[in-house]
Structure formats: structure tokens, C-alpha cells
């Protein structure tokens, strides 16, 4: 499975909402598969293209050229991701080695500086600040 940085924190805080049906159905697939005894240990290597993300396959945003339609936008989250949740391309990692990183390292204080000008902010801050 590939991923890209900024879609860590999108998968730890789902609450069923999303960009279109078919992006909430591929989106809660990969939620429950990642949270099972088996997906928990899958690996996952990071990708900075959205023709390569699973969670991307599925976004009415993705363009026929392969970018995202706020390709700059996911661009400048990606980056803060791989920051606090030190990440780098074509890394390997598993959701339960994820999940402690974002426990330890983002805070409340983090999530907002590196999650700032995420369309689904709003919704995601009310699961990190339990």
C-alpha cells in the first residue's frame, strides 16, 4: 500500500465524511482494513503522488494529468506531515507505528500549524482534542 504523508492524520481522525460517496466508501475500506489485527502491520510506503495513493484513487480532486486539483495546496500538508510525523518518500512504515507517532508528536498545538488550510480541519480537530 502507498500513502501520502498527509493522509495519516486524515485515516486517524475519519468520521465518514468525505469529498463524494465513492471517496467516503474507498476512504471507510481503508479505515477499517488499517485498523484490523492484519492492517495494523501492513506496510505502507510513502508517495508523493496521488496516482500511487490509495486513499487518492477514489478523490474526485485527482486530474487526468495525475495531480490533485489543489496539487499545492496537499503539496505544502504533505510537507508538514512528513515534519512532525518524520516521514520521508519511499519510506516504509505500518499503521501501528503511525498511530504512536501521532500520539506522541502532535499535539493540539501541532495539529493546527500543520493542518492549517485543510478543507477537513474543522471536523478533525474535535477527535484530536479528545
Known amino acids: 500500500m502507498k500513502l501520502r504523508p498527509h493522509h495519516f492524520l486524515c485515516i486517524f481522525c475519519f468520521q ?3 469529498y463524494s460517496p465513492e471517496f467516503i466508501a474507498n ?3 481503508l479505515v477499517n482494513f488499517l485498523n484490523s489485527k492484519i492492517g495494523e502491520d501492513t506496510p505502507i510506503t510513502i508517495t508523493p ?3 500511487e495513493d ?3 484513487a477514489a478523490c474526485p480532486n ?3 494529468n495525475g495531480l490533485c486539483a489543489s496539487q499545492e495546496k496537499v503539496a505544502s500538508l504533505d510537507a508538514k506531515h512528513s515534519q512532525v510525523l518524520n516521514l520521508r518518500i519511499d519510506q516504509v512504515v505500518t499503521w501501528k507505528e503511525i498511530k504512536q507517532r501521532i500520539l506522541e508528536r502532535v ?4 495539529f493546527t500549524e500543520t493542518c492549517a488550510g485543510c478543507d477537513w ?3 478533525c480537530i474535535l477527535k484530536m482534542a479528545k
Open 16 to 18: 465518514g465524511k468525505g
Open 121 to 123: 480541519y474543522k471536523v
Open 27 to 29: 476512504l471507510s475500506l
Open 107 to 110: 499535539t493540539l498545538e501541532k
Open 54 to 56: 490509495a486513499m487518492c
Open 49 to 51: 503522488k496521488a496516482t
Open 62 to 64: 485527482l486530474q487526468s
